[in-house]
């Protein structure tokens, strides 16, 4: 049947990248403290699992949040009913005093200019719906999330031109990188239509410094372009230095009543901080009141369950639980990153430094039997499928140089990472023994090398597994 | 510097429907605190059976808790539930509610069906995956078109339907209409059809469908099939899908009839639960349903009320009760609507379904056009004090017709609302009198002899 859209047949929705890819073979074996020791850990989702108790306990002092009861009258009827495109209000009340709060007060949000979304996959997808079409570009520094090819591009029509950025400044956007982006876009004869960061960063788990802010801020309004700040992981800033959210910047510059004020953009969601993805919450915060107009009827095609609109206004206007949660949120997740870096260090194998986030952007470069993706590629399979650890390659987040990974460290038990720290330390381990080997057979042709290398090493690793031969 | 899409008007709504609303907002009917305030009869709700919902949910207060059967918190695993092929036990549930609302005449595989936040998620997203940009769409008028061209780029082709045939679809209208596109140079992608009808309150036959069926496959085309009012058929004839339609073995000789029908269903009318936001796609198209499940992620269903509702409907004592209780009341305050409007000389389409009725006040009409149809309304928003929806907002081709809507009030509401449009009739046909009128002699008769029928009583003034 040819009958079928464009968008049915091609695969802009990205979902044939490593990322999925690696997603699928952890399905097929997961691990398991008991049932399945040896599986796959699954070190490739940024999810937050160690903050359920604070929630489950809110719960269970709670109940007639869950109950539809307010002040134990039923209220059922009236969110059965509620479908309103603006939002529960007491939600939406809860939401920006969370935001807030989040941003150590030193912003404040308005309700009038927040639209919930079903997730912030959909809050960028209609957010790209208002600002691009076809034939227009925005700009991505890389590395970035791999979801954005399918939510910025897939049904938009929009093209994402990178920013490139590398480790010699630990990826840092730089003047030039915006440039030649804004140029590489001409040249495709692209419409650039704004800027979009992800801030704190994934894959890199840092925030932005107020130096790379000013400078975003002084390219869109330069360019009279728009500026999408992703700022679902501000809640996960762990260690200092503190974050500094877009709209501050803003704020301590006095630009409210610019024109680039107009045509800055926040997204936000409860999927990282709060751990909460299931529950499908996300938003979009805009000082255009166009933007917040469209997008609050575009929401209509991913609004928020009234269910668990209430349940969250209850639970965020609780401001005891959120000051006990941000921090203690906090406290675990600086805690556990630690782990993950002092473990990875004891492998051989350093991370950028971060701050935030829930995963490490870890340098396996010196992994590599060469500087190519390829080789990355290769890398990457052995460790899926030698070590079983899902973690995903840089290549599948754009990054220009071969070698880095994103490993999560916030979905799993403290038991389960020190098992992936260890089946990484003996792959590390084992590498090196065969890397001596590989010394002593350069004198080989060089087609060959890399092949036999790997066929080798392969070999000896699962001699080595198995005690056997 | 916005795209088009936000800095256009074409998202599709009506600003009648929303000047009635506004109006509504700002003067709203309460029994109580405001019994002289407008009253709402432009939404589709199901608000007749909450007691029902409300009841299981009082003797399942750990579903409500996030808790299973033996009382452990399943808060974890839900929090962290976002996989786009929905959950399995759910998916498993709604098949079967929606095999029963069929009559268990037809089968539903849950590996075929796809969640989406409401229809409204889930007929976008069909869209989006039969249609492009300048791709036609067919809809018979009236219908409620929703926000269907807005993100999509779709264009919509009217197949007009008229009150000559009960404003069911004709083949020389499907025909006209696919003719029309072809005309404007537009690749005509499908048919959607909204079946029980959005706003006639009428089911399909079987003829039709099969004749939807055919014309289908003659120009190689989609069907969608949107059954969100599926649940609320409360009078014969019985509902018949167009999965019925399509298992008849005419139909079914050729083999890819099943790949090119897909059905839209949700929660929202029948059970009464638009905020839970629960909608659905059912395809036999593999390829339909692998890209409508990618694209569930910019609409997924909270997995909390994925929880609720599989437990809910995994109740067959309540799903059965419900259905049987839900189409008794639908049917007695349709039948209360209908009879209070006869009364004041206005006539419905017969329907057997929906949540509303398609009232004929062409009759009250100063003349036959859209003009004097949106004046009628404007009066009846204001001076009556009922939010109804005019026949223009469904695209009807001919004015004068207006959806009421009947299950999103109490009875002493619509009893209220009845009064006020019998008096108001009276008015009218007195100022009439008294004016002279400058109607037609065919348009007078017509109310002189809706008078004589009605109660003897009124006419002495």
């Not at chain 1, 954005?148 to 400044?169: M, Y």
């Not at chain 1, 330069?222 to 260690?239: A, C, M, N, W």
């Not at chain 1, 999560?408 to 590390?428: G, H, I, P, Y």
Request: contains cysteine; glycine residues 6%; hydrophobic residues 35%.
């Amino acid at each position: 049947m040819g009958l079928l859209s464009r968008k049915v047949t091609c695969n802009s929705h990205g979902q044939d990248s490593s990322y999925f890819l690696g997603w699928q073979e952890y399905e097929k074996n997961p691990y398991d403290e008991v049932k399945n020791p040896k599986g796959i850990i699954q070190m490739g989702l940024a999810e937050n699992q160690l903050c359920f108790d604070l929630l489950e306990s809110w719960l269970a002092k709670n109940p007639d949040a869950v109950s539809f009861k307010r002040e134990e009258q039923s209220i059922f009827k009236e969110l059965a009913l509620f479908q309103d495109y603006h939002g529960l209000p007491a939600f939406k009340k809860a939401l920006v005093d969370f935001m807030a709060e989040i941003r150590g007060n030193k912003v404040s949000f308005d309700t009038d200019h927040l639209v919930l979304t079903a997730g912030a996959t959909s809050a960028n997808e209609t957010l790209m719906f208002c600002l691009a079409e076809k034939g227009d570009a925005i700009l991505l520094p890389t590395p970035y999330y791999p979801g954005f090819d399918r939510d910025l591009k897939w049904r938009t029509g929009a093209e994402i031109v990178p920013i490139q950025c590398s480790s010699s400044n630990g990826f840092q956007i730089t003047e030039s990188a915006l440039e030649a982006a804004y140029q590489e876009a001409q040249r495709k004869n692209l419409r650039v239509k704004g800027v979009l960061v992800t801030n704190p960063s994934n894959p890199l788990g840092t925030t932005m410094s107020r130096n790379e802010l000013d400078l975003l801020v002084n390219f869109v309004t330069d360019k009279e372009i728009h500026l999408i700040s992703d700022e679902i992981y501000s809640g996960t800033v762990f260690s200092s230095p503190a974050f500094v959210s877009i709209m501050e910047v803003l704020k301590d510059r006095k630009l409210e009543n610019t024109q680039v004020w107009e045509r800055v953009h926040v997204v936000y969601s409860l999927s990282k901080d709060l751990g909460l993805p299931g529950f499908r919450v996300g938003a979009i915060y805009s000082n255009d009141p166009i933007v917040v107009a469209a997008a609050t009827k575009m929401s209509s095609f991913g609004l928020v369950s009234s269910q668990t609109q209430y349940l969250l206004s209850a639970m965020l206007s609780d401001k005891k639980f959120t000051k006990e949660y941000i921090s203690k949120n906090h406290k675990r997740l600086q805690k556990r990153q630690n782990k993950l870096v002092s473990g990875l260090e004891k492998a051989g194998i350093s991370c950028l430094e971060s701050n935030a986030g829930l995963f490490c952007w870890v340098d396996m470069r010196h992994l590599l039997s060469s500087n190519t993706f390829e080789a990355e590629m290769e890398l990457w399979k052995r460790i899926v499928y030698d070590v079983k650890l899902n973690i995903s390659p840089g290549s599948s987040c754009h990054c220009t140089e071969p070698g880095w990974f994103r490993v999560c460290f916030a979905n799993m038990s403290e038991d389960t990472l020190k098992l992936a720290m260890q089946r990484l330390k003996s792959f590390v381990s084992s590498i090196s023994i065969d890397n001596q080997t590989h010394q002593d057979l350069k004198n080989m042709r060089k087609k060959n090398r890399t092949k036999w290398v790997f066929r080798l090493s392969f070999q000896s690793f699962h001699d080595r597994e198995q005690g056997e031969r | 510097m916005l795209s088009s899409k936000a800095s256009s008007n074409c998202h599709g709504q009506d600003s009648l429907y929303f000047l009635g609303w506004q109006v509504y907002e700002k003067n709203p009917f309460h029994e109580v605190e405001n019994p002289t305030g407008i009253i709402q009869m432009g939404l589709a709700e199901n608000q007749l059976s909450f007691d029902l919902v409300e009841s299981w949910l009082r003797k399942n207060p750990d579903v409500m808790g996030l808790k299973n059967k033996d009382g452990e918190s399943v808060f974890r695993d839900l929090a962290l539930f976002q996989d786009y092929h929905g959950m399995p036990a759910f998916k498993n549930e709604l098949v079967e509610y929606m095999a029963k609302i069929r009559g268990n005449k037809v089968k539903f595989d849950p590996n075929n069906l796809v969640l989406a936040a409401g229809a409204t998620s889930a007929n976008e997203t069909l869209i989006f995956c039969l249609a492009d940009p300048g791709d036609a769409i067919l809809l018979p008028t009236p219908s409620y078109a929703g926000d269907l061209k807005w993100r999509t780029g779709v264009e919509i082709v009217p197949i007009h339907c008229s009150s000559s045939n009960g404003f069911r679809i004709s083949m020389f209208a499907l025909e006209e209409a696919y003719e029309r596109a072809q005309k404007l140079n537009l690749k005509v992608k499908g048919v959607l059809i909204t079946n029980p009808s959005n706003p006639l309150g009428t089911t399909m036959t079987k003829d039709e469908l099969q004749s939807l069926i055919t014309f289908a496959i003659d120009k190689d085309i989609h069907l969608i099939s949107d059954e969100v009012f599926s649940g609320t058929v409360f009078d014969s004839p019985c509902f018949i899908s167009i999965m019925e339609a399509a298992m008849d073995s005419n139909l079914k000789r050729n083999t890819d009839v099943l790949s090119r029908i897909h059905i839209v269903y949700s929660l929202s009318k029948d059970l009464g639960l638009p905020g839970f936001r629960v909608g659905m796609i059912y395809s036999n198209n593999q390829t339909v349903v692998s890209a409508a499940t990618k694209m569930s992620s910019f609409g997924l269903v909270s997995s909390q009320t994925q929880y609720l509702l599989s437990y809910m409907l995994a109740n067959k004592k309540f799903t059965s009760n419900y259905m049987k209780r839900n189409q008794k009341r639908l049917k007695k305050r349709k039948e209360m609507l209908v009879s209070g409007l006869k009364k004041s000389g206005i006539n419905c389409l017969k329907s057997n379904a929906g949540l509303f009725c398609w009232v004929d006040m062409r009759h009250l009409l100063c003349s036959n056009t859209f003009e004097a149809e949106t004046d009628l309304w404007k009066k009846i928003l204001c001076e009556v004090g009922l939010n109804i929806s005019p026949g223009s907002s469904f695209h009807c081709s001919q004015p004068g017709w207006f959806r009421v809507c009947f299950a999103n009030m109490n009875q002493s509401t619509l009893q209220v609302a009845l009064r006020r449009i019998k008096d108001f009739v009276e008015r009218s046909s007195f100022n009439y009198q008294q004016n002279g009128g400058s109607l037609s002699r065919k348009l007078i008769s017509n109310w002189v002899r809706k008078l004589s029928s009605a109660d003897r009583e009124e006419q002495e003034r």
